[in-house]
């Protein structure tokens, strides 16, 4: 069970309060008509499958409610950092 | 001492308390230990050799081992709801009246008789696969025979806690490396932890005669211990195993409060009623460390040669632990067979206590390290250079055949020289492979032969924290691999088997971690006391002892003795072409059991290491997982049992209802009434009565648990307009709108009407079970890709109570409690919203319907919600209102043909699919680049996909049964033809009833291509044979024009 630090609470809690977002830093095509079906494809079911190194999504759902990014390594699941949407890590 | 009727119990010593005689029993027979003693020891004691059964061939087998390692003795206390299975004897502290049952009964071999001797590795696999009734008739022996005990019957009637903790260091493992490492800590300042899975700290010491300070180590222990009890920051456990190590130092550790007692801690004493027991039997810690040091000791490893499961083979360590700690001497004329100076020790405590020792069987050429040469001074026989290649004896040890062994020079390849060359210490070692006989065996009579391969690190938790273990040749052992976690393993734990080592490593874990929990400076400050210990000779690695016979052919030599697995059966699997040891292990079964091949996984991987001709380091080792010893579903579950397992939401006339005696439906986590039964009324006619009343009359259902967010700001309208899929730009204030909200691939997620309240304020209602994750999911997007837009989001679900007056009477009855909204078709159309006052209080009634009929959805505060639906009660009874539930909804809703998402959709559906395409706006069309893209919808773009434009796709549809009174089970398959299979499924069934209002069962259904197969009979084949023919038919039952809910 993980430990995240919450970036708006400012507080180390337990994995329980917090919803997994997926991969972070997945921009929607700005205008999905002009893309064909599988450039559409790509970005409805690619992701990265990173070892190592991971940015994804964290919803702090039992505290703040609200959606941050988080730095993770997918081997050891240290939390290497935790970064405010809309920030770059 | 046979006074006691305890013939193998030693006149003194030991750390039992004879002035404490226990009774207990042991499949039935009456005994007698002392306090102190585990029951494995009182059966020693009693002279009791056998204490089970092989799973797989019924072969008597007696005890092996003295701990958390032992395979063979694996009991169940008591009987009935509070019965314990799986325990093992050597862990379970005697109590008085104990009464404890082996699994021998349960073998297969009694079960199936010869057959069993006809299970080689992949047993499994290969009957599973075929003949199919060849497995149906092994699976019932299995299923009867599987595991080695029963789950208890009825709930469990104790209590148990858990608890979260938190400290700097947690140290598991109270023997002499833990106790110095967590004084060490505590000594920085620390907050500190410390666990050990026995009843007393010590850990080895407590069956060792080795003298530290010039004292028996016993006073070293309490010493230490009663230091360590003046930090107030120190907290100690004791019966407490680590069995778990999770992400992040999160330890979950088992502490048993009451199980050495008794089975059910006694009931509170007021009352003889009360079953409540006073104490929690078990207790869950939950710890977050911010460094921990894994002081968990070493496993004996025992050697594998034939028939060394005959009861009287015991692991050397855990004979010495019998004869030391509970004064047992379990025979009279012991064999020693060994591959190090350690082993040295058990024949000389054998022989302190005047028993005869007939030799020790060294394989080494020429031992002569300070024990060897201890034993040869007491007059011990030393044969060197030899092994014991069988037991001799059924039912107990007769003796032992020993045969020279030739050590073959050189590895197996130039790329294991490299490897050893590279060992850090350097010191002399011996390969794996290349041991065979060199000369013929000669019998040795003994009743008891016990054996030491060498030690096997516990390296579990380790393991779990994610280090990968790394393959020793100089400790002939697999080692603890780089942490992965906050944590280091110290002493026997970390290939350290010295005492003198183990308490250097241990006061430098502890100070290692302290000081990164921020304590101290990482300094040893602790005097390290004197110990005896004298340095021992390098070992020998050897795993299975050669027979005269090869392998295949030798009597069965056990790996795991828990499931019997033996040397042939991992050859086999070798020469069937395994190579994976994770493959072995599910092929043969090596290490499944509950002991998960504590005393197993080493030898098993050198064997199959030999037979693949690699060396045990490319083999590797398969994962260790928790929990190291198994944990009771009790203690995980702790006190969320019963009403406290999971919330339940109640609406606010959740009590009206309960006093009607509703049958309820749970929906998510909401209690709905279902119906509303009279006396004497079946389901179908509570059912039927409802929808009638609806129908024909007026009635009443409580509809609070719809989700309901509250969205607000300027740009509330676009974003609605983003994530639903209809037109919401345009819509109206006091309008009402059906949405669609669409996942990016294009099927449906969530379905419901939204309401523009006012310019910049509107409420968007959720399907009950989905109020959450819609939720959540309309957050995500403002948040994430829309953090421009100036809308918020309020969930409001249990901020009102909702009730909805339906039926050709509803405006009526509204009337009768509400006088300032005009009700009439012409001012409050259908799809409109009004606020007023209904009985006097507060309201926002919505015309909307879910039954097709006239139908007003009044919501008011949610602390008025039961004076509302009084209210409404009481103006309806002149027009005889009539609750209903949530099942005559669906019935009503079917009729219309409405679909629920997440029962007539799947997550699969596209509005078209579900006849919807009329609530999907067209997606914006590809734009001149100069423009600036205009966002359509969520899910817009894979509208157009190729897949979802297939001809054949399924689509919504109704079946009318040719038997007008047949309702199709839910869930039921569509055929073409009735018939044998394999046939082509055509689609199936998702919401079937019986329709009063129709006199007929309806049903709605995914068919394939089916909106263009109107009028074709198509075929339900059901469960119990029979196939059921249906019209496909429009899913709109009545009134398809849709003209009643407009009046
Ligand atoms: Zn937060």
Redesign the interface.
């Known amino acids: 069970?993980?430990?995240i630090r919450c970036p708006y609470c400012h507080e180390l809690r337990?994995?329980e309060e917090f919803?997994y977002?997926g991969e972070a830093h997945v921009r929607?095509p700005?205008?999905?008509?002009?893309?064909t079906?599988r450039e559409?494809?790509d970005?409805?079911h690619f992701r990265h499958n990173s070892r190592g190194a991971h940015r994804e999504?964290w919803?702090h759902?039992a505290g703040c409610?609200?959606?941050f990014n988080v730095l993770r390594d997918t081997?050891?699941?240290?939390?290497l950092k935790v970064y405010p949407?809309?920030d770059e890590p | 001492m046979p006074a006691n009727g305890q013939p193998r119990r030693l006149a003194a010593g030991g750390r039992i308390d004879r002035s404490k005689p226990l009774n207990f029993s042991f499949d039935g027979r009456a005994m007698q230990g002392f306090a102190g003693d585990t029951l494995a020891s009182a059966l020693l004691a009693n002279g009791v050799d056998l204490v089970g059964r092989s799973f797989k061939h019924g072969r008597p087998r007696g005890l092996i081992g003295q701990g958390a390692e032992e395979p063979n003795a694996i009991v169940t206390l008591g009987e009935g709801a509070a019965s314990v299975p799986n325990l093992r004897a050597t862990q379970v502290e005697l109590y008085e009246g104990l009464a404890a049952h082996s699994g021998a009964k349960r073998s297969l071999k009694t079960l199936a008789g010869a057959c069993a001797g006809l299970m080689p590795a992949g047993f499994y696999y290969k009957t599973f696969m075929r003949p199919k009734r060849l497995w149906m008739f092994w699976e019932r022996l299995l299923r009867r025979a599987a595991g080695l005990g029963a789950p208890p019957a009825g709930p469990d009637p104790d209590l148990y806690d858990k608890f979260n903790q938190h400290c700097d260091v947690l140290v598991v493992g109270g023997g002499p490396t833990g106790l110095v490492a967590a004084l060490q800590a505590a000594g920085a300042g620390a907050r500190v932890i410390l666990a050990d899975e026995q009843p007393e700290f010590g850990g080895s010491l407590l069956a060792s005669t080795v003298e530290m300070n010039g004292a028996a180590a016993a006073q070293w222990v309490a010493e230490t211990v009663a230091e360590l009890r003046t930090f107030p920051a120190v907290q100690l456990l004791l019966r407490s195993t680590a069995f778990g190590y999770h992400d992040h130092n999160f330890v979950t550790i088992l502490e048993r409060r009451t199980d050495h007692l008794g089975l059910v801690a006694q009931p509170l004493a007021q009352g003889a009623a009360s079953t409540v027991p006073a104490a929690p039997r078990q207790r869950l810690h939950r710890v977050r460390a911010k460094q921990t040091v894994l002081a968990t000791g070493a496993l004996e490893r025992p050697l594998v040669f034939a028939n060394n499961d005959v009861p009287g083979v015991m692991l050397a360590s855990a004979l010495s632990a019998y004869v030391n700690r509970y004064a047992v001497a379990p025979g009279e004329r012991l064999l020693l067979c060994t591959t190090n100076d350690n082993g040295y020790r058990t024949a000389l405590d054998w022989r302190r206590i005047g028993r005869e020792v007939t030799a020790v069987v060294d394989s080494r050429p020429q031992p002569d390290g300070a024990l060897a040469q201890q034993a040869r001074a007491a007059g011990i026989e030393v044969i060197a250079g030899h092994g014991v290649i069988a037991a001799v004896g059924g039912k107990r040890v007769r003796g032992a055949l020993v045969a020279p062994l030739r050590i073959a020079a050189g590895g197996p390849s130039d790329k294991k020289s490299a490897k050893e060359a590279q060992e850090p210490n350097g010191a002399a070692h011996w390969p794996v492979a290349g041991v065979e006989l060199a000369g013929p065996p000669r019998r040795l009579d003994c009743d008891l032969i016990a054996s030491s391969g060498g030690w096997s690190p516990t390296i579990h938790l380790s393991v779990q924290a994610g280090g990968k273990p790394v393959w020793s040749d100089a400790a002939a052992a697999f080692l603890p691999g780089e942490p992965r976690q906050q944590t280091r393993s110290a002493g026997a734990a970390a290939g350290a088997f010295g005492l003198r080592e183990c308490l250097l490593q241990g006061a430098q874990a502890g100070a290692a971690a302290a000081r990164l929990a921020g304590f101290g400076d990482g300094q040893v400050s602790l005097a390290l006391p004197d110990c005896d210990a004298p340095a021992e000779a390098p070992q020998q690695a050897l795993f299975l002892v050669p027979h005269t016979k090869p392998v295949s052919q030798a009597p069965p030599q056990f790996v795991d003795m828990q499931l019997d697995v033996t040397a042939a059966d991992l050859e086999l699997a070798a020469r069937e072409g395994y190579q994976s040891v994770e493959h072995v292990k599910r092929y043969t079964a090596l290490g499944f059991g509950t002991d998960q091949g504590k005393l197993s996984n080493v030898n098993g991987v050198a064997i199959l290491a030999a037979a693949l001709g690699r060396s045990i380091a490319d083999t590797g080792v398969t994962m260790f997982r928790p929990a190291y010893t198994p944990v009771s579903f009790g203690a995980i579950a702790g006190r969320d049992v019963g009403g406290l397992f999971d919330p339940e939401r109640h609406t606010p006339m959740h009590s009206w209802h309960e006093a009607r005696e509703a049958v309820w439906e749970d929906v998510g986590r909401w209690k709905r009434p279902r119906h509303y039964p009279q006396p004497g009324e079946a389901m179908q006619d509570a059912v039927d009565r409802e929808c009638l009343a609806v129908r024909r009359g007026v009635g009443l259902m409580d509809a609070s648990t719809l989700g309901k967010i509250d969205i607000q700001g300027p740009d509330a309208a676009l974003f609605l307009n983003r994530v639903y899929a209809g037109r919401f730009l345009q819509l109206g204030v006091g309008r009402c709108r059906y949405g669609l909200m669409l996942k990016e691939d294009g099927t449906i997620f969530d379905d419901g009407v939204t309401v523009r309240l006012g310019e910049s304020r509107y409420l968007l209602h959720t399907t009950t079970g989905n109020a959450e994750a819609v939720f959540a999911w309309l957050e995500r997007w403002r948040q994430t890709e829309w953090p421009e837009l100036k809308v918020y989001l309020t969930s409001v679900t249990d901020h009102w109570a909702t009730a909805a007056v339906a039926g050709p009477q509803a405006r009526e009855v509204l009337r009768q409690v509400c006088a300032d909204i005009d009700l009439s078709a012409q001012a409050f159309p259908f799809m409109s919203a009004r606020q007023g006052q209904v009985a006097g209080r507060p309201a926002r009634v919505f015309r909307i319907s879910f039954s097709g009929e006239l139908c007003f959805e009044v919501n008011v505060p949610a602390q008025h919600g039961q004076f509302l639906w009084d209210a409404l009660l009481e103006a309806g009874e002149a027009f005889e209102i009539r609750p209903y539930g949530t099942e005559a909804m669906h019935v009503l809703r079917a009729e219309k043909g409405f679909i629920i998402v997440g029962q007539d959709t799947d997550g699969t559906q596209t509005p078209d699919d579900m006849g919807l395409g009329w609530a999907v706006r067209p997606s914006p069309k590809p734009q001149d680049a100069s423009e600036a893209p205009a966002f359509g919808f969520i899910g817009d773009r894979s509208l157009s996909l190729a897949d979802h434009q297939r001809p054949d796709r399924p689509q919504l549809v109704g079946l009318k049964t040719l038997a007008a009174e047949a309702v199709l089970p839910e869930g039921a398959q569509i055929v073409n033809e009735p018939g044998r299979p394999p046939v082509d499924m055509q689609g199936h069934v998702t919401s079937s009833y019986f329709s009063a209002a129709l006199n007929r069962s309806i049903a709605l259904a995914m068919l394939r291509n089916g909106r263009r197969r109107m009028g074709e009979i198509v075929h339900c084949p059901l469960a119990d044979g029979r196939t059921l023919a249906a019209q496909v038919v429009s899913p709109v039952f009545y009134d398809p024009k849709g003209e009643r809910q407009h009046v």
């Open positions: 069970m993980l430990q337990s994995e919803a977002g929607r700005p205008h999905p008509p002009a893309l079906d559409w494809g970005y409805l999504m919803r759902a409610g609200r959606y081997v050891s699941y240290a939390v949407m809309g």
